[in-house]
């Protein structure tokens, strides 16, 4: 069923132009970037859904708050601007800039755990789980099962599995347990939202073993946004309440601003109450971050970033937002191309392994999705699946991933209704002719992260 396209709610004051380079020229160039589009040219690339982080537009609003920014070495205008604006939105007595979403992560984990810990996730983002290895501990992802089923419809696909959860706290033993961190939305789950009420449950779990709750919050008006629409208990309230709401049952949260928050660059550290956890994370944020009025960032960027916190939560352009992501995947749906269902918040997560049953995990299909459509339309998108999984930290061995997915994920306020179809149409073209597209092995890799750089070959 055809869905109808959300029209933008803004028009568009600032224009950058594109070009999509002739086929010969593609071919070309994802073979110099050693079939890995991280390292291919901006320039090179027509659509560019290799992330929704830091690719937003700002609006007009962030773009005269730059000029406004205070740019004093401590205690500038824009900091306690910013300052302001997280405590009331998140209800949380300390925010502590930082660069990025990772920088809160490095500032953060390394004071709560160490080797012999474990983290336990809903599902940890690669730089989440990798900071946790960094600080010595082990990553253990517990989502819930219907997660794992890309056609399985459910509401909250990126919950946490409680009882799993409980499971694990006894297993490992309560006072190995470092961390629990609730991932809103799911990122690696495809974008799945968290309900308020596993939020809750999760929070009751930690609390009766007394192991502290943090929120990896890149997406918190997302997930509201989805919790309203799908939690009977919310459908009437406000989005920014459903997020305080949402915060109210942890005790931290680490935050990429460059997700929801709408800006080019920024992260955030929260902490709701624990003032000695702060005082720590000030000194680290001083070492690593800079003077902790600015972290790593222009007073223009908190500027910027107070803004667009508040921008995040507006319901009209979470509409549009969603809405976009709804219309492809109406598309997808009369294409008959499979997809993690029903479409997440950020992106579009296709199920490489369903269109290319006859290439195993280790030669990654995701990245052979990704790699094709890039040849197909200069489209650019990323495997979310064991290529981006890497290898074992202990044995080296290369890891299975849940799901084999290239995602697509959508850049906020930048592209329209006819480059939404560009991306449906090449899809099409590739499915058309998916027994014909090859698998990849890794010539090259670095030991951590590797993703964003190894060098691949087609396995002929
Ligand atoms: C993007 C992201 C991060 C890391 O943030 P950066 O700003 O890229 O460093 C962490 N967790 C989640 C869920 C993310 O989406």
Known sequence: MAIKYVAEPFRIKMVEPIKMLSREEREEKIKEAKYNLFNLKGEDVFIDLLTDSGTGAMSDKQWSGVMR?????????????????????????????????????????????????????NMFFDTTRAHVELAGARAIDCVVEEAKDPTLRAPFKGNMDVEKLEKLI???????????????????????????????????????????????????????FFVKQREEEFKDWAIKDIVREMFSYADMFTMSAKKDAIV???????????????????????????????????GRDLEALAVGLYEGLDEDYLRYRIGQLEYIAAKLDEAGIAYQAPVGGHGVFIDAKAMFPHIPYNEFPGQALAVELYKEAGIRTCDIGSYMLGNDPDTGEQLQAEFEFTRLAVPRRVYTQAHLDIVVDALIAIKERASEVKGYRITWEPPVLRHFQAHLEPVE
């Open 69 to 121: 920014g205070d740019e004093a070495y401590a205690g500038g205008k824009s900091y306690f601007k910013l300052l302001e604006a997280g405590q009331d939105i998140f209800g949380y007595k300390f925010i502590q800039p930082v660069h990025q979403g990772r920088a809160a992560e490095k500032v953060l984990f390394g004071l709560l755990m160490g080797s012999g810990k474990y983290a336990i996730s």
């Open 170 to 224: 006894n297993e490992y033993g309560k006072e190995n347990i470092a961390l629990v961190v609730m991932t809103i939305t799911n990122n690696s789950a495809g974008g799945q939202p968290v309900s308020v009420q596993n939020m809750r449950d999760v929070s009751a779990v930690c609390k009766k073993y007394g192991i502290p709750l943090c929120i990896d919050a890149a997406r918190y008006a997302e997930n509201a």
């Open 264 to 298: 080019n660059m920024g992260g955030l550290v929260g902490i709701k109450e624990d003032e000695e956890l702060y005082q720590k994370v000030k000194g680290n944020t001083i070492s690593f971050e800079g003077f902790t009025t600015y972290g790593g960032l222009s």
